[in-house]
C-alpha cells in the first residue's frame, strides 16, 4: 500500500509492517523502550500500550530509586534526612533541574509538589484575585473537569458565581480545535473584567496542542492572570515557560512522565514573583526560607521562586520515581522524542487513512504542531457498536482509552513505542471495526 509524505525528512513509502520494522530499525531511541515494563495480558502476551497520555510505563529502573530510600531508611532512620545516598532535606530539589529542562523554565521557577489540582488550587490563592471590576475567569468549554470544579469552587470562595463570572470557549459550531482568534478576541472583549485566564497545554480529549504565547500576550495586555494546565503537555511538546510569561502553570507526572500512578505533580511560577510580599498564599513550613525554616519561628517568610509555595515536607518514597523518569528523559533528550513524536503520530493518522478511511473520524488536528503525540478518534458507529469496537480493540491486546460516547484516544509515545506497535494497533482497529457483535 502506498502512503504519503510523513513529517520533514521521513518518508512512508509503504505503509506496511516491514516499513515500521525499517522504521524502527533506524530509530536512534528505540533501545529506551527496552528501560520499560512493557505490560502483558493473562496469557503472557506483550500488549501494545498507546495510553500514556493516561498512566505512562513503569521504567526498570523505579523499583531501584524506592528500594534506595527504603534501604536508608532502614540503616538511618531519622539520620536520612541528611545522610541518605540522596538526603531526603533537599530531595524534591532534585527534581527541579530537570523539571525545568522540560518546561523550558529556570530551575528556580519550578518545584516538585503535591499534585496537580492541589497545585491549582495553590496557584489560585495566589493569582485569581478579584475585585468588583475584575472578577471573570476564562476557560476552555471542555476543561478537564478537575480543573472546573477547581475555577468554580474558588469563584464561589470569593462570593462569585459560574452563572456570571465563568465564561468557556470552545470550537466553532462543526469544528472539533478551538481557534486561536476566537479565544483572543474574547480576551480582548472582557478586557479589564478578566482577572484570569487558565489554558490548556494539550487538550485531553481533542489532543488540540494550544498556541499558547499569543493567548498568554493576549491575556496579560489586559491585566488578566493566567495559568495552565500541562497535564498532557509536559513530557509530550516542547515547552517555554520563562519566554511564554505565563504567571503560573501544573502538571502531573504520571502521564508522559512515567512516575507511576498519583505521581507528585508540579508547578511554575515566573521568576517576576519570585519576591513578591503582597501575593497571598497558603504558607506551610516547608516554603519557609531553609536558613531559618528549623529555627522554628513564628513567622512566615518564603524561598524566593517556586519552592516558597511548598506546604509540607516532600513525600519521599513517591518522588524516588520522579527521579527514576527524569533521568531517562535527561539521556532521551525531549527534543529528539519530540522529533521522533512527530514522526510516530504521522504514521499512525497516514496508517488510519489507509486502513479504516470512513469508519473513523481523527477528530485531533492533521498539523504536527498542532498536536502532540495523542490522537483522538470519533468511530463512526452508533455509541454501542463504537464502545464495543473499543472492548475488542482492548481484548485483542492494544491498550487505548475510552472516552464516552465515541472517542478512542491513542497515543504513541516516543520513549517506549515503536512504529511496529504503530502499525499493529491500527491493523487490529482496523479488524475490530469491521467485525460484526
Ligand atoms: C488535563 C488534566 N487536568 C487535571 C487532571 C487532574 O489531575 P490530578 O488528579 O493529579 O489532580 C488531569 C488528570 O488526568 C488531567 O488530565
Redesign the pocket.
Known amino acids: 500500500m502506498r502512503g504519503g509524505d510523513g513529517a520533514a525528512g521521513l518518508k512512508y513509502p509503504e505503509l506496511t509492517a516491514g516499513a515500521a520494522l525499517a522504521h524502527d530499525a533506524r530509530d536512534p531511541l528505540a533501545p529506551f523502550a527496552a528501560e520499560f515494563h512493557q505490560p502483558f495480558d493473562p496469557t503472557g502476551r506483550k500488549l501494545v500500550y498507546l495510553c500514556g497520555h493516561s498512566l505512562g510505563l513503569q521504567p526498570r529502573s523505579t523499583p531501584g530509586y524506592i528500594e534506595q530510600e527504603l534501604a536508608d531508611w532502614r540503616r538511618l532512620g531519622v539520620r536520612g534526612h541528611h545522610d541518605a545516598t540522596r538526603p531526603w532535606i533537599g530531595y524534591h530539589e532534585l527534581a527541579a533541574a530537570p523539571l525545568a529542562g522540560l518546561v523550558g523554565a529556570a530551575a528556580t521557577e519550578v518545584v516538585a509538589m503535591n ?4 497545585n491549582l488550587h495553590l496557584m489560585l490563592v495566589s493569582f485569581f484575585r478579584p475585585d468588583s471590576q475584575r472578577n471573570r475567569v476564562l476557560i476552555e468549554q471542555s476543561a ?1 473537569p ?2 472546573r470544579y477547581a475555577i468554580v469552587s474558588q469563584l464561589e470562595f470569593h462570593g462569585l458565581n459560574a452563572a456570571q463570572h465563568l465564561i468557556e470557549i470552545g470550537p466553532r459550531a462543526g469544528e472539533r480545535a478551538v481557534r486561536t482568534e476566537d479565544v483572543v478576541e474574547i480576551i480582548e472583549r472582557e478586557g479589564a473584567r478578566l482577572a484570569l485566564v487558565l489554558l ?1 497545554g494539550v487538550q ?1 480529549l481533542t489532543g488540540q496542542r494550544w498556541n499558547l504565547p499569543p493567548l498568554i500576550g493576549a491575556a496579560r495586555a489586559v491585566g488578566a492572570a493566567v495559568g495552565l ?1 500541562l ?2 503537555a509536559i513530557g509530550n511538546t516542547l515547552l517555554s515557560l520563562h519566554d511564554w510569561n505565563a504567571d503560573f502553570a501544573v502538571w ?1 507526572s504520571y502521564k508522559y512522565l512515567n512516575a507511576g500512578p498519583g505521581a507528585v ?1 508540579g508547578c511554575f511560577v515566573h521568576e517576576r514573583h519570585a519576591r513578591d510580599p503582597r501575593l497571598p498564599r497558603f504558607a506551610g513550613w516547608w516554603g519557609q526560607r531553609k536558613a531559618t525554616r528549623f529555627d522554628m519561628g513564628p513567622d512566615f517568610s518564603p524561598i524566593d521562586g517556586a519552592e516558597g509555595w511548598q506546604i509540607s515536607n516532600p513525600p519521599i518514597l513517591s518522588t524516588a520515581p520522579l527521579l527514576a523518569s527524569l533521568d531517562i528523559f535527561r539521556r532521551a533528550d525531549m527534543r529528539r522524542l519530540r522529533e521522533k513524536s512527530i514522526h510516530l503520530t504521522q504514521f499512525l493518522q497516514l496508517l488510519i487513512d489507509a486502513l479504516v478511511p470512513d469508519k473513523v473520524e481523527v477528530i485531533t488536528p492533521r498539523k504536527s504542531d498542532e498536536r502532540g503525540c495523542q490522537l483522538s478518534l470519533r468511530i463512526k458507529r452508533s455509541p454501542g457498536e463504537a464502545r464495543r469496537c473499543h472492548e475488542r480493540l482492548s481484548a485483542a491486546g492494544v491498550i487505548g482509552d475510552w472516552r464516552e460516547p465515541d472517542i478512542l484516544r491513542l497515543a504513541p509515545t516516543p520513549l517506549y513505542n515503536s512504529f511496529s506497535d504503530v502499525f499493529t494497533a491500527v491493523d487490529t482497529l482496523s479488524v475490530a471495526i469491521r467485525s460484526e457483535p
Open positions: 499534585s496537580l489540582t492541589v478537564f478537575s480543573d490548556p485531553y494546565d497535564a498532557h502531573c505533580g
